[in-house]
Structures are given as structure tokens and as C-alpha cells.
């Protein structure tokens, strides 16, 4: 029976156990609680694989080619989307994520798509405790690390992405322009653009301070889903990449080279300390 068919329908507040006071929760923790099963089983709904395979274009696969990547950890897989891709474009991917709930949504896709997932349930935090092995990329799309609320978490998790990474490796992450939002309120426009392209879903910024953006996913069914996330200025992001150790950082625009007002920001931050010589100096 579908909660539109009960006929006492939860509240889809209390199904994601926010509390009396959702804006209030502000814990990196707390995602697990946030991607129940319901929601997870809507998110590709709120995705829509064809239409942002037609929004991406080959963007990732460009990037990770010219950059001699071929084993990629997909540290945020969610339903699969990028993990799959990259698989039938021929790259050795490992697909992990802290919600259960995502991966086996994840695994069951790549199995719809003819792939086979390895993955693995890890927190970014402790991801080298839970992944093995030195990548020549680690991808963190989909706005995921937007759910890490302390400042000590964003940087233990740079720094574990850092470590896994092979000499010359790559990290590509992404996040909403939460400049816009900051600058201009919650009423500033649709919170989908061209990373979440269902139709099915209408996606909106309910409440936003410096240290929360909560958005809403109202689906065609009825359901009604929140997620809080910590609300990241672009060059913040770009700061702590290079004080973690990233030698040099080049971000892109909705998949474009400058920033004006995009709806969502990519940063691709190299390992590689590269020595500039100094002809002079002979």
C-alpha cells in the first residue's frame, strides 16, 4: 500500500525523524535519517537520468580522460547515476555512500543498466578505514558535500579524499550556488536547474541562514521530503581544497568555464605540485 493509498498518511516529517524543530537540526550525522527508504526509492524521480545525461554532456568523462584517470571512488554514489555512466565508458570504478539505503538503489540500477557495482558503505570521514587502495580519481557530485554542517568535518573529509588519491589524482566536486541563495533568499527561484531535471518533483529552498539551507521535494504522488544542508560559498569551498593540499583548482559554471550565476558550481582540484622553473635561475 503507497502512502497515498493509507488512510492515515505519516507525516513525512516525522518519517525522516526531524523534530520539532527541523531548522534546528544541524548535524552532519543526521543525513542517514534524511534518505529513508521512501525518499530513496523517489530520488531518480527528482533526477531524471536521461534528461542530465543531456544536461552533462560527456563534462566528467572529458575531464577524467585528459587528465589520464582511469580508477575513479565515487565517494557519494546515491543512485548510481555517475557510477554507471562511468562503467560503460570503461573506467574502474568503486561506488560508495553513507546511506544504505542509496547503495542498494545504486546497485539495483547499474544491474538495470547491464553494470555491476562494487561498493561499499563509508564515511567520508574515516574513508580511508573503509576503502583500500589508491584511485587516480575521487568524484563527490549531486551536491552531497553540502551535508557535513562542522567546518572539522569538511576538512577530515578533504583530507581523506586526498589521501586516497594516487600522486597526480584529481578531485571533482560539485555544490548549488549557495551564493545566490544567501545573497538573495529563499525566494530567489526553483531549486532543480540542470543537475536535477525530473519533472516529476518541485524542488524548493524553505528556509536559508549562513548555516542551513533546507529544501523541500514535493512530489506528483503527494509525498513531501525535506533535506538540511549546510549552504557552501564558492570560494570557501576553492579555500579549504587548497589548504587541505590541493595544488591547483579550476571551477566551472553549470559545466562552463566562468562563474555567472550558475545554478551549480564544479570544482576540479589537482593533487600534483607541479614546479614551475625559473629560467633566469641558472
Known sequence: MTLTQHSQKPCQDDLQNFGDAPEQVRDTDHYQQEYVEE??????RLI????????????????????????????????????????????????????????????QNARDHGQLLRTAQADWRFLNRDIHGEFDAVICLGNSFTHLFRESDRRKSLAEYYAVLKHNGLLILDHRNYDRLLDQGVA?????????????????????????????????????????MFPLRHGYVRR?????????????????????????????AEKEYKFDIDKTAM
Open 48 to 107: 531524471d537520468w536521461k534528461a542530465r545525461a543531456e544536461a552533462e554532456g560527456d563534462f566528467y568523462i572529458r575531464i577524467l580522460r585528459e587528465h589520464g584517470a582511469r580508477s575513479v571512488l565515487d565517494v557519494a554514489t546515491g543512485t548510481g547515476f555517475h557510477s554507471v555512466s562511468l562503467l560503460k565508458e570503461a573506467f574502474d570504478v568503486i561506488s560508495a555512500d553513507g546511506s544504505p539505503n542509496m547503495l542498494a538503489r545504486a546497485f
Open 188 to 228: 530567489v527561484r526553483s531549486g532543480k536547474g540542470n543537475v536535477y531535471c525530473g519533472k516529476d518533483v518541485n524542488v524548493s529552498p524553505e528556509h536559508v541562514d549562513e548555516g542551513l539551507a533546507r529544501f523541500q521535494y514535493a512530489f506528483s504522488d503527494g509525498s513531501t521530503y525535506h533535506l538540511n
Open 39 to 44: 525518499f530513496t526509492d523517489r530520488w531518480d
Open 240 to 268: 579549504l581544497m587548497n589548504e587541505v593540499g590541493f595544488q591547483k583548482i579550476t571551477s566551472f559554471g553549470d559545466y562552463l568555464p566562468g562563474h555567472h550565476d550558475p545554478d551549480f558550481y564544479v570544482h576540479v
